[in-house]
């Protein structure tokens, strides 16, 4: 079983809808992270979390939104999404007490009709 | 925060040595150089990290030079399935003393038979 899962792997949705994005992970890490990928560029991180109480924003943390609701669960939310938003998302994680490397899994492809 | 430049893409024949060079003048004398690679769109997956000495592990080596303003990771004996990008990445720190990783675009690293 993947340590880290996400879910839905892909999801087509319409300007203006809102959308969650889920990700959880059994590898007991208190750090989790989303980031964002366009098409053949690098990840951009747009949230991160520290542990259940502690949520900051990243490079491009406009129009997101995110929830911490328990130390194995993080969740990325689109208000109202817009075409710009297609991209495909990562979820990762990473334990304070390791050698600083981020376990991250499989994707969402996100498509904003 | 250190940037990274790392050349475009690359190609290698399979059995070969892989060598992937990296340049980052700017770090500072305690940020840690990280290597991941993606293969097609699945989540990034951590290679190696070090800070000043040469680093070994079963997926690959990491030369840093004496100044540290380079490095490169070496795949020893490349396979079709080392076909991805590589990215050559310097740890930043928040205040808050976050691990966050800043992709930058990565070596496409193409293996050829």
């Known amino acids: 079983d993947a340590d880290v899962t996400q879910t839905p792997r892909n999801r087509i949705t319409k300007t203006g809808k809102r959308i969650m994005l889920e990700c959880s992970q059994t590898?007991?890490?208190?750090?989790m992270y989303w980031y964002r990928q366009d098409p053949g560029l690098g990840l951009q991180l747009i949230y991160y979390?520290?542990?259940?109480?502690?949520?900051n924003k990243g490079e491009i943390s406009d129009g997101y939104s995110v929830s911490r609701q328990a130390q194995a669960k993080f969740s990325l939310s689109l208000e109202s999404a817009i075409p710009n938003q297609t991209a495909l998302y990562f979820c990762?994680?990473?334990?304070?007490?390791?050698?600083?490397?981020?376990?991250f899994g499989p994707g969402t492809r996100l498509t904003v009709l | 925060d250190a940037k990274t430049t790392q050349p475009t893409s690359m190609d290698c024949a399979e059995g070969r040595a892989a060598n992937l060079p990296c340049n980052h003048s700017t770090i500072s004398g305690n940020e840690y150089v990280y290597w991941y690679r993606q293969i097609h769109s699945q989540g990034p997956q951590y290679i190696i990290h070090g800070l000043k000495n040469n680093e070994t592990n079963e997926m690959a080596s990491l030369i840093i030079t004496e100044d540290r303003k380079s490095s490169t990771l070496i795949l020893p004996h490349a396979t079709l399935r080392d076909t991805a990008v590589y990215y050559c990445?310097?740890?930043?720190?928040?205040?808050?003393?976050?691990?966050?990783?800043?992709f930058g675009q990565g070596t496409r690293l193409t293996i050829n038979p």
């Open positions: 590898k007991g890490h208190d750090r």
């Open positions: 990762a994680t990473s334990d304070f007490r390791g050698k600083g490397e981020q376990f």
């Open positions: 979390s520290f542990d259940v109480k502690d949520i």
């Open positions: 990445i310097v740890r930043t720190k928040t205040n808050q003393g976050a691990q966050k990783l800043v």
